[in-house]
């Protein structure tokens, strides 16, 4: 009697969770966590790129040990602060994870800074190739945050709208943060990790 009454109610509940939009919940839910994996990829192939950085530098800049330091700290800092998708919902985790990649950020742009000094560094064949990879690195962090910030405004604009907010608050999801929106304008630029190619000689005679 039972399974046959499970059996019997089964379709209407399974209209109720469509009607009331736990399906498009659902979904939305997982557009956010894939969004941000894809963010979290680039972090880490950018995290990646730094020690062989340093490495191709590591030569010409022997003045330059304090940027350097800073950069190598600031990986490793990156390193100790491993988050997945099922950390959105960790403010106190994100904080220190967003905080570590802005140290770092700021830390490479200095070492592109110092750079400049250094022609024959930046004719190096090996240091050319890494800063190719890390601006485009760069512009697809840049891209992915946008997406995510764009899912995650999707996702809480959704479960905020009536009825859609009963069912969201029966099934315990919450509005998500969204990291980074408030300097959204900041991330959706073009990075600056561009250097002057030196023209060839008589290029301008």
Known sequence: ??????????P??????TGCGYNEIQRLDEQVKAAWSQVLNQYERRAELVPKLVNSVNAYMVNERT??????EARAKVGSVQVSVDDLDNPELMARFTQAQSQLSSALSRLIAVSENYPQLKSDGLFRDLMTQLEGTE?????ERGRFVQAVQAYNVYIRQFPTV?????????????????????IMRDPEVKFDVPAPAGANG
């Open 1 to 10: 009697m039972k399974r046959f009454l499970l059996l019997l109610l089964a």
């Open 139 to 143: 512009n697809r962090i840049a891209t």
């Open 166 to 186: 009963i069912t969201a608050k029966i099934f315990g999801y919450d509005v998500k943060q969204n990291y980074g929106v408030d300097r959204q304008g900041e």
């Open 67 to 72: 940027v350097l330091t800073e950069v190598t």
């Open 12 to 17: 209407v509940l399974a209209m109720f969770l």
